[in-house]
């Protein structure tokens, strides 16, 4: 029988709630709170999955080399994948990101969003199998949120997790600028800093007690698209998140110097009047997501700070898709 072979693209996600900490353990890698995340159009990851009755092993090339370090949750990912297929063929996944890798832009959700499109559509399984979502989350927590577009609700209902488009990309076009303060990729993994955290930092309680609560609230600046109240909670959720990282041990800092700097001048932009927002997630990267007006006002003022080398502009994306013959 001849190879089975399929091509995904799938955006990053930044979330505005936040997902941090774990259930447990496990393969299933089960998140501990809820997220809320907006899919972000200007970077993509691409993927092409082939299943072969002559491979030995499953093997993931990420940006033209080996990637030993992802073994686990690749075969865990796939081993779902084929025995939903019925089918025990290993695997060879070719990914590429057209940005930072492993830096805090969410590699990982996009990567595995892509790569669970693609091997399903390889394996024959129908795109609209309801378990592809908690397939993708195997791969990695956030991934569920890049299957879909726009602004994206995941929640987790015991062993199952579902997501909710809350609007679509068109129906809130807001737009984010990425600061890139770095290209390294960061020292501790958010898998590893998140078991970290919940057992040791003595916020963590409070983190998961008051996840619900901003969940509610900013699903509902969502459904008025009331901006402020969008941006006071999200900064508030993102420095919560990193007031559990910081009181962590060993510490989990992951801010440079320019993180800070771009987080004090986006507070002092938005108290002049411009609709501009922060958040930050497991790395050095500052995300403004402001109202489209102010993009390039913003963007310019971003790529003056010292420290940023770079900055990566776009709206918000649609969920990820398999590429046909055409694409
Ligand atoms: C998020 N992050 O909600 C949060 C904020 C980082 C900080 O989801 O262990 O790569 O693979 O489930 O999905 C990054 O964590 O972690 C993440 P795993 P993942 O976007």
Redesign the pocket.
Known sequence: MARMRATAVAHP???L????G?RDDGEA?L?AVD?L?ITLGAMQSRSTVAFDPEFADDELWLNGRRAPGEQA?LTACLDALRSLAGIGWRARVESRNDFPTGA?L?S??SG?AALTVAAAAALGIPAGEPRLVDIA?I?????P?SLYGGFVRLEQHGEQTRCRSLLAAADWPLEVVVAVTTEAPKAT???D??RLSRDSSPYYPAWLQTQPADLAAAEASIATRDFPALAELAEHN?LK?HAVMLTTRPPLLYWSPATLACLQAIQQWRRDGLPVFFTV???PQVKAVCEPAAAAEIEQRLAAIPGVLRTIRGGLGEGARLLTGDD
């Open positions: 996600n930044v979330a709630i936040k997902y941090w774990k890698n998140p997220s995340s949750r805090g969410a990982s959700a595995y989350r791969g990695s927590g956030s991934a949120r993994s958010s898998r800093g998140m993102c998140m997630d497991a790395g």
